[in-house]
């Protein structure tokens, strides 16, 4: 059989290969630290679950709007007025199974032959597949380790072509963990207001700062920065919903209804029991959600000091989601027992097999000196897996 062309262009997400290789070897009884996994431990908020629960049993079991009940839409536009002072109506939101639903009717409604989309680097695995699936090209944009992954605004305009259709600004930022400032987003918003290019802001991770940090939308700059942005969240990360599927956008009504109507046409509504849940989780759920972040707190400072500590690693302090991203230079090029570590999927590998360690190698976020840890487990789980790379890494040959 020949299939579509679009196909060929990319390859299933790696951290989701990377947590089912973890899983199946734990289905066969090893004894794997998974550090692979994007998504809490904790369980889901007991309000949420009495909301779906409740919604079973009043019979909402039915289809429903394709964009969103009412009632999530409006929770929504309420949270973005009350927490980020902007305004919408409800043809401004859309309702979709997840953040990554809402970025891929994004793309679609968007992107065609010929359009690019710039993308800072390292970045979330799945920003360049969907611009390849919709025939964009990915333009990649370089940032430094030693600057807090920042965006030079000279480096950005120098990539800005006729081509350019957006621009992806994701803060707090999976894989690094690196939170945007007032005046990265300000250099960033002028550049694309001047060569009318469309912001997308992936938020999903806002409710997981450290240090007293507040989330910074870039849309809340201006009115005229906000017209060209759309904002890409849900309920996945903060209030440890990743399997319930609710994921939201809100932009220029005109592309919101173009992402609509794709919608409508793929898998009709989200999911009318999670969409009761997500109603609860945007109205009550924010104790819970300091409670976790300040737990990922402690497992943060304890990851990475271990880190650290590990000759050949370096990391840094991440100020936000709940990743740790060491670089691992001083590790490449040695030897293990299956030969040279010599990338950073050699040495997930090398981790898994002998240590049974699960970490994401750093090259589908766009390095070849990294790699990713959640530390969205626990804190016996952290100390058990960062000795056991400790010790894998202390075997290796120069």
Request: glycine letters at 8%; one cysteine or more.
């Amino acid at each position: 059989m020949k299939l579509a062309a679009r196909v060929s262009r990319i390859t299933p997400s790696p951290t989701l290969a990377m947590t089912a290789t973890a899983k199946a070897m734990a289905a066969q009884g090893i004894d794997v630290v998974d550090f692979s996994s994007g998504e809490p431990d904790f369980d889901t908020p007991e309000p949420v679950k009495a909301a779906a629960e409740a919604a079973i049993r009043a019979g909402f079991t039915k289809y429903t709007p394709s964009s969103g009940i009412d009632e999530l839409r409006q929770a929504i536009i309420d949270k973005l007025q009350t927490e980020l002072g902007l305004r919408y109506e409800k043809p401004q939101i859309l309702v979709s199974c997840g953040a990554k639903h809402s970025l891929y009717n994004l793309a679609e409604a968007l992107l065609e032959a010929g359009d690019e989309i710039i993308i800072p680097t390292p970045y979330w695995v799945s920003y360049a597949d969907q611009a390849l699936l919709n025939d964009a090209t990915p333009v990649l944009l370089p940032t430094r380790e030693d600057q807090g992954y920042a965006i030079n605004p000279d480096e950005l305009q120098r990539l800005v072509t006729p081509r350019t259709k957006a621009i992806i600004v994701n803060s707090p930022c999976n894989p690094t963990g690196a939170t945007y400032d007032r005046r990265t987003l300000e250099g960033i918003a002028e550049i694309a207001v001047k060569h009318k290019i469309l912001i997308i802001s992936d938020e999903i991770y806002e409710k997981v700062l450290y240090d007293g940090a507040r989330h910074l939308s870039i849309a809340t700059l201006s009115p005229e920065v906000a017209a060209q942005t759309v904002i890409i969240n849900g309920v996945s990360k903060a209030y440890a919903m990743t399997g319930w599927r609710i994921g939201y956008a809100a932009g220029p009504k005109d592309l919101l209804t173009a992402m609509a109507n794709i919608q409508s046409q793929s898998t009709s509504n989200p999911c009318s029991i999670s969409q009761k849940a997500a109603v609860a989780a945007l109205r009550v759920g924010n104790p819970f959600t300091v409670k976790m972040v300040e737990e990922f707190d402690r497992r943060r400072k304890v990851m990475v000091e271990r880190l650290n500590g590990i000759p050949g690693i370096s990391c840094r302090l991440p100020g936000g989601a709940f990743y740790a991203f060491p670089n691992i230079r001083g590790v490449l090029g040695r030897r293990g027992p299956g030969g040279v570590l010599d990338s950073p999927t050699a040495l997930a590998n090398h981790l898994l097999k002998d240590a049974h360690v699960a970490v994401v190698p750093g090259e589908p976020f766009g390095s070849a000196e990294h790699i990713r840890l959640s530390y969205a487990t626990s804190m016996e789980a952290i100390i058990k897996g960062l000795d056991r790379i400790a010790t894998a890494v202390g075997k290796l040959t120069p």
